[in-house]
């Protein structure tokens, strides 16, 4: 797996739970976005200690059925919904399988895939870094993903990861999973909001009429560095936690 470099302004965060959104599938079938308040990472206890949060699509709990509501992803355009689990299209020969850790996400509430027109979908997932980030030595983003068809992943609106796939169906990126490549340290990537952060992944349906999913196996992951004590009311170590 590979890593990206997260680097949290020091500022205060307000998060906001997003409004409960009622949807209507062309198919007639209507359902609620319940609100959605985004997770943190935990904090350190011990120096030297790693904590993490999954980002992984489908963690509803042990082995959630197929047709099961995604608890941390939702799809924002072209229309706010939330994405359901779903079978993987003729697992494995197109679609890589479903795991016990991550499942392929849809727009639509069946479990079985279903068809989507031609266009882009963009799932969302958000997460807050600690109010005192100088207590990890790193905040990073490992893991993969997968789409049908293509994909781009940004952090904050940056491109972090993409994949283009082709004008062949054999090249497009539901065949294996794609790494999100290493990114830049402290302090380039420091475009945040507070301690919000946002995961977007831009999913193209390149044929109308087809199916259309996202698979994600990722974590964000942190590293506990020396500075486990009270923080100082200004930001530590120059605010740069490598330093502390």
Not at 188 to 195: A, D, V, Y
Not at 220 to 229: L, N, Q
Request: aromatic share 8%.
């Amino acid at each position: 797996m590979r890593t990206l470099q997260l680097i949290p302004v020091i500022r205060a965060a307000r998060v906001l739970a997003l409004a409960t959104i009622v949807h209507t599938f062309s198919t007639g079938l209507a359902f609620a976005q319940a609100p959605l308040r985004p997770r943190t990472l935990p904090v350190c206890s011990q120096v030297g200690q790693q904590v993490k949060l999954t980002l992984n699509t489908g963690t509803a709990g042990g082995f959630p059925p197929p047709g099961t509501a995604d608890p941390i992803w939702r799809i924002v355009l072209p229309s706010a919904i939330t994405p359901f689990t779903t079978k993987p299209v003729n697992a494995p020969a197109v679609w890589l399988p479903n795991s016990a850790t991550e499942k392929w996400i849809q727009p639509a509430a069946t479990g079985n895939p279903g068809t989507f027109p031609a266009g882009t979908y963009v799932y969302s997932t958000q997460f807050v870094t600690p109010v005192d980030p100088f207590l990890y030595s790193s905040i990073t983003i490992t893991g993969n993903f997968a789409a049908d068809d293509s994909a781009i992943v940004k952090l904050n609106g940056v491109p972090i990861a993409n994949c283009p796939a082709g004008t062949n169906p054999a090249t497009w990126c539901f065949h294996s999973l794609k790494p999100i490549p290493p990114g830049v340290g402290w302090p380039t990537f420091n475009r945040f909001s507070g301690f919000l952060n946002t995961l977007t992944i831009e999913v193209k349906n390149t044929l109308a009429n087809s199916p259309s999913g996202l698979l994600v196996r990722a974590d964000v992951i942190g590293v506990c560095s020396k500075c486990t004590t009270t923080p100082p009311p200004e930001p530590p170590c120059g605010g740069n936690p490598s330093t502390c």
